[in-house]
């Protein structure tokens, strides 16, 4: 029950960070020498993204640790910004949670939103009491871009994908190259090392529960079940734990100012 909690307070920050970064326009988030202004109104590019995060590790030391799981095909580190009470060490029975954005390179709202949560953790602890009661009791793991390649080449203002930064950089398509046991889907390290870098990730950490951030369109989808018992298709192959996931994709969804109203995409 009480990690249920954790858990729908962590989405509920994540719509009000949203909903700050529409309504503000500076905030000042780190303090000392690598202090800045957040303006909301640019895309960190791979040097500025690791400058960004490399600054906040070092000013919240004591609930931030930063580090790579593994490089794109170009080299890129795949950083990941780890917020809790004493974040170099593992403290049993502690939740872990993860949130992974930028998988597409070209959808790329969740790269910046998943910084500005970043920054409103840390900023923020000690000071408002969910936060604070967050960090404490959750091993949290942030994952602002899984395709760092990608999102350099993607150009601001190309709605149609056409340059090509959807995929990674030997085009392929990272959500669509997990193994599936169906379709028959195998991963090779040298042609998705992002997707063999998550892999390992999760099979090391043994997440409670994940979020995957896409942007394009307006929807809250969740884990199924895809047992070999059960048909392919035409069947709802619901997951041991399809009431939680059920519960947390309606609470997102009635917190988010559109989804609530039931409008699509061509609506807004």
């Known amino acids: 029950q009480d990690t249920l909690k954790q858990l729908v307070l962590l989405s509920a920050l994540f719509r009000l960070v949203v ?17 800045t202004i957040e303006t909301y109104n640019q895309f960190y590019n791979y040097v500025d993204l690791t400058r960004r995060l490399q600054a906040l590790a070092q000013s919240y030391p004591h609930i931030a640790s930063l580090s790579s799981i593994g490089r794109s095909v170009e080299g890129r580190e795949l950083w990941v910004m780890r917020i809790t009470v004493d974040p170099n060490k593992d403290t049993p029975g502690k939740p872990k949670f993860k949130y992974v954005g930028n998988m597409h390179g070209d959808e790329t709202v969740s790269r910046q939103v998943l910084v500005y949560l970043v920054e409103y953790l840390l900023a923020k602890y000690g000071e408002e009491d969910r ?118 994709a309606l609470v997102y969804s009635q917190n988010h100012p559109a989804m609530k109203t039931g409008w699509c995409c061509a609506n807004l």
């Open 19 to 35: 909903s700050q970064g529409d309504d503000q326009k500076q905030s000042r988030r780190s303090t000392g020498a690598s202090e």
């Open 131 to 248: 936060v604070t009661q967050l960090v404490n009791s959750t091993d949290i793991y942030i994952m602002p871009s899984m395709n760092p390649d990608g999102f350099e080449k993607s150009k601001e203002g190309d709605c149609e994908g056409e340059n090509g930064g959807r995929n990674n950089a030997r085009n392929k398509d990272l959500n669509r190259s997990f193994p599936d046991q169906f379709d028959g889907t195998t991963v090779s390290p040298d042609i998705v090392p992002e997707v063999t870098a998550v892999i390992k990730w999760i099979k090391e950490k043994k997440f409670v529960l994940s979020g995957n951030l896409h942007g394009g369109t307006v929807v809250a989808s969740y884990p199924f079940d895809d047992s070999a018992s059960h048909p392919q298709q035409d069947f709802y192959s619901q997951s041991e734990d399809d009431s939680l996931f059920r519960y947390l």
